[in-house]
């Protein structure tokens, strides 16, 4: 009996969409929606057994392997098919998250090195600080000077704020704490379109504000918010970002899970 062909299809956008509630389905935990985003902008293939589609993956223009699914009836394939996509899509780096146990452990199969670059929390803990007084709903008329100051403070490209400020506005998901001196922080409430019972909050602190506590009580109130509206709130940060760790763990939070970065073993260069 001959083995099977395994191999890749290219311009794939309707598998990886028919493929998204399976692979939420199989996750161990919530899926952070700001990852999910960027990963959706990646480009898709469909991972083919045969002729028959066996899972799909996404690839962003920097050789990243960002999301890795198999069929449930094909995961005996699941590391030949990374093999496959490493080498057909000269694939750098894998970033896998600890929350999807298949694609985990074919990419450590593989893996030379691993390194956490996100820690993804949830919410499990009585918060340390109180919530804050005075938060009120943005409104359209705060678009542009909320635009001002999450690129003055991230560094966001004003392109993708626009319209991320304007959506956050519309679905009234956005916060705002200011003092005489204008805005203080904003804060997110975002219900999640895909996992249901499940939000994601953030936020943002003014520089000169930074150090007096206000984005743990930020935290606090979104929590308190969450949980008002059914939902269990969910966050992230970098792995680097010590001061927000320290904060989203004093709002109750507690990192169980991990986006790593994996260097596989066949790289570009390499073959």
């Known amino acids: ?17 028919d493929h998204r509630a399976a692979y939420l389905a199989q996750l161990v935990a919530p899926m952070d929606d700001m990852w999910a985003a960027f990963v959706d902008m990646a480009e898709p293939h469909a991972l083919l057994v045969g002729d028959r589609v066996a899972g799909s993956c996404a690839v962003d223009a920097e050789g990243r392997l960002l999301r890795f699914y198999v069929v449930p009836r094909f995961l005996q394939h699941s590391t030949p098919l990374l093999r496959v996509a490493l080498r057909e899509l000269a694939v750098e780096q894998l970033v896998v998250c600890t929350l999807d146990p298949n694609y985990l452990s074919s990419a450590l199969d593989l893996a030379t ?42 560094g966001a490209p004003r392109d ?23 805005l203080l922080s904003t804060g997110e409430l975002r ?19 930074r150090g007096r506590g206000i984005g743990s009580r930020m935290l606090s109130s979104l929590v308190t918010r969450s949980r008002e509206q059914g939902l269990s709130p969910h966050c992230s940060t ?3 970002n010590v001061a927000a760790r320290r904060a989203i763990e004093r709002a109750g939070f507690r990192a169980n899970h991990r986006l790593l970065s994996v260097t596989p073993a066949a790289r570009k260069g390499q073959q």
Do not use: K
Request: charged content about 25%; cysteine-free.
């Open 113 to 154: 090195r691993v390194a956490p670059h996100t820690l993804l929390f949830a919410h499990l803990a009585e918060p340390e600080t109180p919530g804050l007084d005075g938060l009120v709903p943005a409104a359209p008329s705060d678009h542009e000077r909320i635009v001002e100051f999450q690129a003055e403070e991230v």
């Open 191 to 209: 219900r999640d379109p895909h996992q249901p019972g499940i939000s994601h909050v953030g936020l943002i602190v003014r520089g000169d504000a």
């Open 238 to 240: 970098e792995v680097a």
């Open 1 to 17: 009996m001959q083995p099977q062909r395994l191999a890749l299809r290219a311009r794939a956008s309707s598998v990886y969409a």
């Open 160 to 182: 993708f704020l626009e319209g991320y400020v304007g959506e956050r506005i519309e679905r009234r998901e956005l916060l705002l704490f200011e003092d005489g001196d204008g």
